[in-house]
């Protein structure tokens, strides 16, 4: 939960927050376990995400560092450079019984590699995994923000893996693997005992294993703004559709809808609505 600095000014940002608007944009009951400074760029940034009719009860304020700040480089729109600065807020999100609790009320615990950079975050996320019944590992590789320790770690902790494919690539690269997509998603799957695997190949689309078959969905064409939440509002709109027992490709086909539309807008949270990712899957189909 953080600002993402772009040549535009700063814009409200970070993975889990991406996803966690998005999952309530397409109807769906979200919560933030977050942390960020107490300072105006702390409260400008929980007043945006209560502004998007989401609540930051979980959301705590540490008085010792400041939020988070990414600086984002888009000098190619289809592919974001990002530096984030170490260390912030959210690297010491502190544990609590409540989360634990909360997490284990859940449909779907949503995390990612990123917060398991530093120790304190990382412990609080190795605290709450155990309790949730359905795990979501949201890749997101951001160098020298990840080892391929906690990676491997986070990869058997999971149910749902969802990743890009230069990240596919690297860590089949760690393991020797083939990185072509049948032949790696199916041996993540069984490695690591995975319900499902989703690999996003941004204009090409996407493709994900799960009950022994591999589904393609490519991406309706659009106009590119910009790629910031692309990622995180297709996987939003897959886990709309996983967790409502739609067929799988139903569910990938309407992710790279979701990913494709928000790339048609400057931010990672437009305002988009279920209707306009229908529409634009009914036109691409």
């Not at 605290?127 to 951001?142: C, M």
Request: glycine share 8%.
């Amino acid at each position: 939960m953080l600002w993402d600095v772009l040549p535009s000014g700063p814009q409200p940002g970070g993975a889990p927050l991406n996803v966690a608007v998005h999952l309530h944009q397409f109807g769906l009951v979200s919560q933030l376990i977050s942390r960020v400074g107490h300072d105006d760029l702390g409260t400008q940034l929980v007043a945006f995400v209560e502004g998007k009719g989401l609540s930051t009860h979980y959301v705590q304020r540490g008085e010792t560092h400041p939020t988070g700040v990414v600086e984002a480089n888009v000098g190619d729109r289809n592919e974001v450079v990002y530096k984030i600065v170490q260390p912030v807020a959210w690297d010491y999100i502190q544990y609590e019984p409540a989360l634990g609790a909360l997490v284990e009320a859940t449909d779907a615990f949503v995390f990612g590699s990123l917060a398991a950079r530093s120790p304190t975050t990382r412990e609080t996320l190795y605290r709450l995994l155990p309790a949730a019944p359905f795990k979501v590992f949201d890749v997101n590789l951001r160098a020298p923000h990840y080892s391929r320790d906690v990676v491997t770690y986070l990869l058997r902790q999971a149910n749902l893996v969802k990743m890009n494919h230069h990240e596919l690539t690297e860590i089949m690269g760690w393991f020797g693997g083939s990185p072509a997509e049948e032949t790696a998603l199916r041996w993540l799957a069984e490695h690591f005992q995975l319900q499902a695997v989703c690999v996003t190949k941004g204009a090409d689309g996407a493709v994900l294993w799960t009950g022994q078959q591999l589904y393609h969905s490519a991406s309706p064409s659009v106009t590119v703004q910009d790629t910031i939440g692309s990622g995180d509002a297709f996987l939003a709109a897959l886990l709309k559709g996983w967790l409502a027992d739609q067929a799988p490709a139903e569910c990938l086909a309407f992710a790279c809808a979701a990913g494709s539309l928000v790339a048609t807008y400057q931010g990672a949270t437009p305002a988009v609505s279920l209707p306009q990712v229908e529409a634009l899957l009914a036109v691409h189909q």
